[in-house]
């Protein structure tokens, strides 16, 4: 996905979980060479284009990249079901 959206340099290093949150939260906090996401664990179950939307969507926002339409389509038609 990094490298999908047109972002420069070497990946860093993802920590990923599924977080307890009481809704459909999506959190990504970059620390160095470290970049951590939590989705909301209602997502747990969801297939793996809609968990890929979602990493996009927390991708472009981190690197000020814009992530197109057909990437992020399945994360926000799930959301709004």
């Given amino acids: 996905m990094f490298t999908r959206l047109g972002c420069d340099g070497r990946p860093p ?22 970049v951590c996401v939590r989705f909301s664990d209602l997502l747990r179950r969801a297939p793996l284009a809609v968990l890929e ?15 197109s339409g057909a990437l992020t389509e399945p994360y926000l038609e799930y959301a709004r079901s």
Avoid: D, H, W
């Fill in 13 to 34: 290093r993802f920590r990923v979980e599924f977080y307890p949150y009481s809704s459909l939260v999506l959190t990504i906090r970059r620390r160095e060479e470290v």
């Fill in 53 to 67: 939307g979602a990493a996009a969507l927390l991708l472009a926002r981190v690197y000020r990249r814009k992530a």
